[in-house]
């Protein structure tokens, strides 16, 4: 059974870091392109960092510079790393394949950005 499991968020102040990690079982991480992805409440879920089998990554503009996205693959691990946080960062990250496979979504991780 495929399975996804976020963790590292939290509470943090404007201007501070995170590190999300993502550990995956089963058959995903064979799919080749992994993505983190985010929902603030009330508004669509957004794909804001992607990144190849061979760690080619792509990220949404608002997050360039300060977001960076890794992976291990013998760990079967994808990472986040967070840096700068802005108060609209503020949401429940996913990790999920790219496109996303909806069975694959797992609970997320909070990440709230306050002063």
């Known amino acids: 059974q495929a399975q996804l499991v976020e963790s590292g968020g939290g509470l943090v102040q404007p201007g501070e870091s995170l590190r999300l990690s993502c550990a995956a079982s089963?058959?995903?991480?064979?799919?080749?392109?992994m993505g983190w992805y985010r929902q603030a409440p009330g508004k669509q879920r957004e794909l804001v960092a992607s990144i190849t089998r061979s760690g080619f990554t792509n990220y949404i503009d608002s997050v360039k510079g300060r977001f960076t996205i890794s992976r291990d693959n013998g760990k079967k691990t994808v990472y986040l790393q967070m840096n700068s946080l802005k108060p609209e960062d503020t949401a429940v990250y996913y990790c999920n394949a790219v496109p996303a496979v909806p069975p694959w979504w797992g609970q997320g991780t909070q990440v709230t950005v306050s002063s």
């Open positions: 089963g058959s995903i991480f064979s799919i080749g392109n």
